[in-house]
């Protein structure tokens, strides 16, 4: 069996942590997708290749999934109990974004590492001070959260009816 | 959704148990986690509904002590099911979280050497444990014991509140979240072991004693004529002692097997007996610790305090392990967030790695003072007409210790079922 550890546990206080940042990062939000693209291909110059040459729209998926990430660590604890839609759900979105990075792009395991390490050098940059280690602890949780789940799509089965992208990001790009 | 699926499939070589429900954890669907063995026999299943767990099967048992089963060897493959919602849910075990911790804590406690601090010089002074004391079974693991639990024939649960350090308010914390519990309807008995500085002291009830825990430590039959009732049906007191001082209360020889009995009498009156230890880790605080089956720690929001937290868990570790209460959490008391030096001591208790911590933090608030002042729980202090908000933090400090217990019901239910009656 593999090795147990909780090194992504992710308190209350925490996630709280991760919508406040968030909450500054969207006024600087295209700016922060054009740091993150270009510190991912610094560190992995190959993962280029796997996107086209005008990375606009592809901008606008990532600003829309840490949207959707934000949002969904961010409900109401007394409503554990209210069903939510598959398309809604943080944790089928992101498995559902794994299968589809393994199966159609090959995307290794190791890759999550340099994707993860562009995102904190991102916030750093762009949260300057408010980038507290509070801050950085936070957000490496969540990204080790989401790389594992995302890792774990590999592992996913069924006719794959929860799509790659959440509800809502789907209607902000299609709107856009 | 109306029919169970599988939603994922995969080798526990490949990914860890704690990985695959942490990542579940993250999930808002009803989903089930089952554990097979190579040759496909299922090893167990654990319930998992936003964060929470909700039930957990395992071949030998049901509820907390199977979901900690779950992460011994044998299971191979994990699959991952989404069930349909059920009409209601079961009040969870508790969060997925806090029970992670705690199993994988369980599963790797043999191999994991805790450094123990040099005896105190008193320890020295006392006899050694009696053989009797030393190879007493551990004690029994905790009941889940419902909020309207009545029967005297179960036995509750017995969690001491200690702290390395004094004046960290381990009397405020332990009479204000006894009251939040009992106003939660579970049958809540407070044991005073600090002689020091007492419960009844304040509440200005002290010289209304006239015997207490003390006087009674080797006869525990005379606890019920010893107890005093409060204004709270489901609130009881067992006070640190009478007027004048008992022998026991200043005895320097190991009091655990008095303590033990006195509890375990205790804990069939109660569904929770709360034990409000004496300041540091040692002498009567060991014992009372040796005599129940969880504890709670309290730390200030402060530097000297938390510099010695340490102490905590290194107390609790020094207890034989066959004796020794599961700690269930860290208190953080007396939060100033606008002093800097507090802001530093939060900083450093939270980003230790130590035991888990609640997630309610108590602030330092001129509302304790003016409850000592009326001899009340902080409930009852008046700021500008209404309960003070801080005393609303006990009551969810006190939904964490069900959460971790298994204790008590949730309250609104009880409450919107008395109402309507």
């Known amino acids: ?176 | 959704m109306s029919e169970t699926s599988v939603v994922m499939r995969g080798s526990l070589d490949e990914f860890s148990l704690a990985d695959v429900l942490q990542v579940i954890g993250m999930s808002r669907q009803y989903t089930a986690v089952q554990l097979q063995t190579d040759d496909g026999r299922e090893y167990g299943t654990v319930w998992i509904k936003a964060g929470r767990v909700i039930g957990a099967r395992s071949s030998s048992a049901q509820g907390r002590h199977a979901f900690v089963d779950l992460f011994g060897p044998g299971a191979a493959v994990f699959v991952v099911h989404r069930l349909p919602e059920p009409k209601a849910y079961p009040d969870p075990l508790g969060p997925l979280n806090t029970m992670l911790m705690e199993a994988i804590e369980a599963a790797t406690a043999p191999r994991k050497v805790v450094p123990l601090p040099p005896p105190p010089v008193k320890a020295l002074q006392r006899p050694r444990p009696s053989r009797a004391a030393s190879t007493a079974p551990p004690p029994p693991p905790p009941r889940v014991v419902g909020a309207t639990a009545t029967s005297t024939a179960q036995s509750g649960i017995a969690v001491a509140i200690a702290s390395p350090k004094g004046g960290v308010g381990k009397t405020t914390i332990t009479l204000n979240l006894a009251f939040s519990l009992a106003q939660r309807g579970v049958r809540t008995l407070v044991v005073d072991a600090d002689i020091n500085g007492d419960v009844m002291s304040l509440l200005a009830a002290r010289d209304r004693v006239e015997r207490g825990a003390y006087d009674i430590l080797g006869s525990p039959h005379e606890l019920p004529s010893v107890i005093r009732s409060t204004v709270i049906p489901e609130l009881s007191i067992l006070p640190a002692c009478g007027p004048n001082l008992p022998a026991l209360a200043t005895a320097r020889r190991s009091l655990a097997d008095e303590w033990g009995a006195l509890l375990a009498e205790a804990r069939r009156m109660a569904a929770l007996v709360l034990v409000d230890c004496p300041a540091g880790m040692f002498d009567v605080t060991a014992d009372v610790l040796a005599s129940c089956t969880h504890a709670v720690g309290v730390l200030q929001s402060e530097l000297v305090a938390s510099r010695s937290s340490a102490m905590l868990e290194r107390g609790i570790a020094a207890i034989p392990a066959e004796r020794r209460p599961r700690l269930l959490g860290v208190v953080v008391n007396m939060f100033q967030g606008r002093s800097e030096a507090s802001l530093e001591a939060f900083h450093a208790i939270t980003s230790a790695d130590a035991a888990p911590l609640f997630e309610t933090t108590i602030p330092r608030s001129e509302a304790f003072a003016e409850a000592c002042l009326g001899g009340v729980p902080v409930r009852f202090a008046r700021q500008r007409g209404q309960a003070p908000p801080v005393s609303w933090l006990f009551d969810m400090l006190a939904t964490e210790v069900c959460d971790r217990t298994g204790l008590g019901g949730p309250a609104t239910e009880r409450a919107i079922g008395s109402f309507v009656a």
């Not at chain 1, 916030?123 to 959260?145: I, K, P, Q, S």
């Open chain 1, 1 to 176: 069996m593999a090795r147990d550890g909780v090194a992504m546990i992710i308190t209350l206080a925490q996630k709280q942590v991760i919508r406040r940042s968030w909450e500054l990062v969207v006024p600087i939000a295209d700016t922060a997708a054009d740091l993150f693209y270009k510190r991912l291909f610094e560190i992995e110059p190959e993962a280029r290749t796997l996107f086209s040459e005008d990375m606009a729209p592809q901008k606008k998926k990532l600003l829309a999934m840490l949207a959707f990430i934000v949002k969904s660590l961010d409900w109401p604890d007394e409503t554990w109990r209210q069903p939510v839609h598959a398309d809604d759900d943080l944790f089928l979105v992101v498995l559902a974004l794994g299968r589809r990075h393994a199966d159609l792009y090959h995307v290794r395991d190791a890759s999550y590492d340099s994707v993860g390490a562009a995102l904190l050098w991102t916030l750093d940059y762009g949260l300057g001070e408010a980038f507290t280690a509070e801050v950085r602890d936070a957000w490496t949780r969540v990204f080790g959260l989401l790389a594992t789940t995302m890792k774990m799509g590999k592992c996913a089965v069924g006719d794959g009816s929860v799509v790659a992208r959440p509800a809502t990001a789907r209607r902000e790009v299609s709107g856009s």
